[in-house]
Antibody
Framework: QVQLVQSGAEMKKPGSSVKVSCTAS????????INWVRQAPGQGLEWIGG????????KTAQKFQGRVTITADESTSTVSMELSRLRSDDTAVYYC??????????????WGQGTTVTVSS | DTQMTQSPSTLSASVGDRVTITCRAS??????LAWYQQKPGKAPQLLIY???RLENGVPSRFSGSGSGTEFTLTISRLQPDDFATYYC????????FGQGTKLEIK
């Protein structure tokens, strides 16, 4: 059974960057899309971007283009998401999720536990 | 970008009720629509994909329908465990979520 384990909580200053990782175990890694979704306190879900590790080229939501970098390391079965120029409204829980089928941006049925990122001066 | 609009934002119901949540897309997404359930402090859980296909392990009281721009999630007989927030998600281009519907106990 596939499991996704995310890195721990982060506290950052405005203007800095944060890097969150998501490591997969127990299943196929390279061909399934791993996405990043965030949820600000009391708010809904927001897709940030995703990557199919074997292809390497990520897709990102227009809102985050130029500010987010998503990479995959097949040797460690890890996908990372770096968000730069942090603002207070980037405070959120960040989730990674794996799609139900390989090679496409399909819905996600396996999720990480979430990583809380707090941006505050 | 495809915008997703859910209604209502909040829904009050009782155990045993039948409830319906609606999701509208700003442009046609065929049947590339999923529904998730989320409980406080937890990651979302996939319920339905391709508008009407039930994810493995999801109770049959959940059902989905629709195509194009209008979709519905129906829970036929509410159970105590169903009180949660529900999100629709389009995966046509490539993703966006509705704003959520909080299902509360009446």
């Amino acid at each position: 059974q596939v499991q996704l384990v995310q890195s721990g909580a982060e506290m950052k200053k405005p203007g800095s960057s944060v890097k969150v990782s998501c490591t997969a175990s127990g299943g196929t890694f390279s061909t399934y899309t791993i996405n990043w979704v965030r949820q600000a306190p009391g708010q809904g879900l927001e897709w940030i971007g995703g990557i199919i590790p074997t292809y390497g080229a990520p897709k990102t939501a227009q809102k985050f283009q130029g500010r987010v970098t998503i990479t995959a390391d097949e040797s460690t079965s890890t996908v990372s998401m770096e968000l730069s120029r942090l603002r207070s409204d980037d405070t959120a829980v960040y989730y990674c999720g794996r799609t139900i089928q390989a090679y496409y941006f399909y819905p996600m049925d396996v999720w990480g536990q979430g990583t809380t990122v707090t941006v505050s001066s | 970008d495809t915008q997703m609009t859910q209604s209502p934002s909040t829904l009050s119901a009782s155990v045993g009720d039948r409830v319906t949540i609606t999701c509208r897309a700003s442009q046609s997404i065929s049947t590339w629509l999923a529904w998730y359930q989320q409980k406080p402090g937890k990651a979302p859980q996939l319920l339905i994909y391709k508008a009407s296909r039930l994810e493995n392990g999801v109770p049959s009281r959940f059902s989905g329908s629709g195509s194009g721009t209008e979709f519905t999630l129906t829970i036929s007989r509410l159970q105590p465990d169903d009180f949660a927030t529900y999100y629709c998600q389009q995966y046509d281009s490539p993703y966006s979520f509705g704003q959520g519907t909080k299902l509360e106990i009446k």
